[in-house]
């Protein structure tokens, strides 16, 4: 019984030492070249590399050619078991800004094999806050959105294209 208790052991340390000493820098190298294909380009100014996560600043997303993004911080944790990417200071193009406010203060993604089939995001702007879900299987996205008064003041017309729900809630539907 000794014997099992050690070969789990010897293992479990093995693989902490294993993703602890992984280059989490080519993961995101790769990341970047493989969104090339989608003309999506990630510029960033500064990379740094932790024993178990990935921090990123001053990013700048575009897409075909055209900056649709900034990002002040980015801080990615990728386990396997666990994954998150929290994003902060996000400042939109400025081609958004007829349809909500530019700035995100926070995004965070979640991704667990507790939901295997299933990808959270949490955010927090100057649109509100939303809670987002993206099912893998079915290719559906659903956002629910509590607007703030900038939003309910400002961008009505945005707003017209959720779906209202009773307690002041809005609602996003579709099929990707």
């Known amino acids: 019984m000794v014997k099992i208790y050690k070969f789990f052991a010897y293992f479990i340390f093995f693989m902490i030492m294993l993703y602890a000493f992984f280059p989490k820098a080519n993961l995101y190298y790769q990341a970047q070249k493989d969104l090339t294909s989608y003309k999506i380009k990630i510029i960033n100014k500064t990379l740094h590399e932790n024993i178990f996560s990935l921090n990123l600043q001053h990013v700048t997303i575009s897409y075909e ?88 003041a400002h961008y009505k017309s945005s707003l017209r294209e959720l779906k209202k729900l009773k307690n002041g809630v809005y609602l996003y539907e579709t099929s990707l």
């Open 65 to 152: 050619g055209v900056q649709t993004a900034k990002i002040a911080k980015m801080h990615i944790l990728l386990l396997g078991v666990v994954n998150n990417i929290d994003v902060d200071g996000v400042i939109l193009s400025g081609v958004v800004k007829n349809f909500l406010p530019q700035k995100i203060y926070r995004i965070s993604l979640h991704y667990s094999i507790l939901h295997p089939l299933e990808v959270r995001a949490v955010l927090k702007g100057g649109f509100g806050d939303a809670k987002c879900f993206y099912e893998i299987k079915k290719h559906t996205f659903v956002m629910r959105l509590h607007p703030s008064m900038i939003m309910k």
